[in-house]
Every structure is written in C-alpha cells, then in structure tokens.
C-alpha cells in the first residue's frame, strides 16, 4: 500500500478590477454571455470565454431545455463552438462566471466535472496548458494555470 498526495495551486484575486487588462477584458466577456444565458429552469446562469490562439474570442451560456437533462453548460456550448469553428485551434484561457436570479453567487464557480472533462481533451490535445478563471457575479476570482490541474486521476484516451 502506499499513499501519496496530489495537489494544485491557484491565485485567487480579490475581485475582477486586479486582473490584467487581457483577463480583465475575456471576464467581461464571459459576463456578456452570462447575460443572455438561457436558464428559465435553474434560475443560474452561466458564461464562458474562450480566448484562441488567432486573437478570436468564443463565447458561450448554457442552455437549458424543459427535459431537463436536455439542457448544456456554458462551458461545452463554447469549447465545443470553438472546435467546429476553428478546428485545432490553440485555445489560450477560458473565463467563467456565474450568477442567478434568485441567490446571490459572491464565490467563485468552477466549472462541473462533465466540463473539466471534456475542457481537458483540448488541452490534452495542443499539448499546451490553458489558463482558467472562474468567479461568481462579484467578488473573487480564482485562476489556474491549467485545465488538468483541476482534474487530478482523469480520464483520457491513453487507457483506450
Ligand atoms: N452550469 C454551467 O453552465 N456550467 C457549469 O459548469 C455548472 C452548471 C449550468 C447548467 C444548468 O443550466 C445550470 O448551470 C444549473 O446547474
């Protein structure tokens, strides 16, 4: 038997005023999604940014549906519009951010284990780690340096 440990790091920045101005400006993207979110059901919506190696920058929400497991996160709607519509396209950072209409989200949101899940194939495949930033409607933002540092023991196509 042996044990070992695993562990990753983040920056948490007080709120989104001390990014930089190229974190700053994707937040605000992610915000803009956020905003036009479709989330009749949850009352939670979400927004993603992607920035891409060409300068693009891809947005998503979710997108929710009466059958309620229909619906999709904010993450996959926008990695999954980059790949078909940049296909292999270097993705540099992925801003994210929540908030709701019924509960006031002041903490920051990680994206949810299916997201990291499918997030990681991209980065696994341009070999390059992408940066990440989540936060809430206000208040602290948490940045890593890459997708798989939120996803210790994952799954890819190696054990295919
Ligand atoms: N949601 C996202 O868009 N991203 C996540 O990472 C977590 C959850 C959405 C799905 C659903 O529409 C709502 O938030 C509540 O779970």
Redesign the pocket.
């Known amino acids: 038997m042996r044990k070992i440990e695993i562990s990753t790091s983040a920056t948490i920045y007080k709120d989104i005023s001390e990014l930089s101005v190229e974190d700053n400006k994707l937040m605000h993207k992610a915000i803009e999604a956020r905003k036009k979110a479709y989330?009749p059901?949850?009352k939670?919506n979400?927004g993603a940014a992607l920035l891409l190696d060409n300068g693009e920058i891809v947005l998503g929400?979710?997108q929710?549906s009466a059958a309620y497991p229909s619906?999709?996160?904010?993450?996959r709607v926008a990695i999954w519009k980059a790949g078909s519509t940049y296909p292999n396209m270097k993705i540099k950072k992925l801003a994210?951010t929540?908030s709701s209409t019924i509960t006031n989200v002041d903490k920051p949101?990680?994206?949810?284990g299916a997201?990291r899940q499918t997030l990681s194939e991209y980065e696994i495949n341009q070999k390059e780690p992408f940066k990440v930033l989540f936060m809430g409607e206000v208040g602290e933002v948490v940045v890593t340096e890459s997708l798989l540092s939120l996803l210790p023991f994952s799954f890819d196509s190696k054990y295919l």
Do not use: Q, R, T
């Open positions: 989330a059901y949850s939670f979400v929400n979710n929710e619906g999709m996160c904010a993450e994210i929540a949101i990680g994206p949810c997201c």
